[in-house]
């Protein structure tokens, strides 16, 4: 039997003929016509101004530099996500502080939020962003977040590396705060396989970050350099990968939230709970991740899926407990360590066929 995995890419004809038509039509460069038309599209997609990069955590660090970070500064960020989500705030020079989820969404606590703001006015030590992170492909509760955050006047920086294609309130995932990012990592929604996008309403945010992407040159025959850029541009070749994605997205995102239809009926009776879903949130069905009431179960669960060759993970290790941030300040309840402990992500990428689902459960189900 074949090994199963968590995310897998879903590409096959239509993304191989756009690779090839890309590479035949000699935009081999980070330009080039995909490219423009992929920035286009994930701009009608979002309702923003897209710049295609090489990376999320690329765009993480530009969307920090154009809010105006700088070394010392201190940014508020949800410790229940993956360590780019901090990482680019760390490349900036400045501190991330870390905030906990709420078991709504189990996304950033927006009164935890507030409280952590609170406290940073009466000291005179606002953050210069809060990063909020859109975990397992659902945004997270907006509106007292962009509310408490413009009450004290920090800017927000929407991480939807794992989200596109998700809703709040009826609004796509990358349409929130000053700037956000996606990311299409081979194991995301949809992939280029590597990539990401900052969006943002003013263009002139987006041509900015375009010219610092591409090192700063200024149109000089000889390029003019006047401040430090970065090689952070997305091919054009990956770009033309990304459109055939984009035009897929839909449907995968449906087979993905199949999929996780298809847990939710056969574990219904388990000991576990799935992630949460607001009746705000539409999200993409990213991740079926659940949460057992007991960690033994969760460990022996796991060691069941290796031993048959599946894939799973426990949910992300919050920052606050990775050694890398240890010194960092935190404004935590606990709630995201508990969901560490106890969570499991299962494998929900939208090429396993319901026979690998299946194998999925029945494993699980029998584990001792
Ligand atoms: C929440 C989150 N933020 C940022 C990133 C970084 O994106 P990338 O891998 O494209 O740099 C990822 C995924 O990799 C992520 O899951």
Redesign the pocket.
């Known amino acids: 039997m074949s090994r199963i995995f968590l995310s897998s890419p879903d590409v096959g004809g239509a993304e191989r003929a756009a690779l090839l038509r890309a590479f035949d039509s000699g935009w081999i460069a980070p330009l080039g016509p995909d490219l423009d038309a992929f920035e286009a599209e994930l701009g009608e997609r979002t309702g923003r101004h897209a710049v295609a990069l090489a ?6 660090h530009l969307a920090l530099l154009a809010v105006g970070v700088e070394p010392g500064d201190d940014v508020f960020v949800s410790t229940f ?2 360590a ?2 901090a990482n ?1 705030i760390a490349y900036c020079g400045a501190n991330p502080v870390f905030v906990d989820s709420d078991l709504t969404s189990w996304n950033m606590n927006p009164s935890l939020l507030a409280d952590a703001l609170a406290e940073a006015a009466r000291t005179n030590h606002l953050p210069k962003a809060v990063v909020v ?3 397992y492909g659902q945004c997270a509760d907006y509106d007292p977040i962009l509310d408490v955050c413009r009450e004290h006047g920090v800017a927000v920086i929407e ?1 939807a ?2 989200a596109l294609g998700a809703t709040y309130r009826d609004r796509p995932a990358g349409a929130f705060g000053d700037l956000a ?1 996606l ?3 081979g ?2 929604i949809m992939t280029t396989s ?3 996008v900052l969006l943002a309403d003013d263009p002139a945010t987006t041509d900015r970050a375009r010219y610092l992407a591409t090192q700063a040159r200024r149109p000089a025959v000889h390029y003019e350099h006047t401040e430090i850029g970065f090689n952070y541009r997305l091919s054009n070749l990956l770009a033309a990968l990304g459109r055939a994605q984009l035009e897929r997205l839909d449907g995968m995102i449906d087979r993905r939230l199949e999929i996780n239809a298809r847990y939710r009926a056969a574990l219904a009776d388990a000991p576990l709970t799935f992630m949460p879903v607001p009746d705000w949130s539409r999200w993409n069905g990213w991740l079926t991740c659940v949460v057992f009431d007991d960690p033994d179960v969760r460990d022996a669960v796991m060691a069941a899926l290796a031993a048959d060759d599946i894939e799973s993970r426990p949910l992300w290790k919050p920052l606050h407990l990775q050694p890398a941030f240890t010194t960092a300040t935190t404004h935590v309840d606990g709630t995201s360590e508990r969901l560490f402990r106890h969570g499991l992500c299962l494998p929900s990428g939208s090429v396993l066929t319901d026979d690998d689902v299946d194998r999925v459960i029945r494993t699980a189900t029998s584990a001792p």
Request: hydrophobic content about 40%; charged content about 15%; aromatic content about 8%.
């Open positions: 990376s999320g955590t690329a765009a993480l996500t993956f780019a989500s680019a992170v859109d975990l991480d590396a794992e990012v990311s299409f990592n194991n995301k590597g990539g990401g």
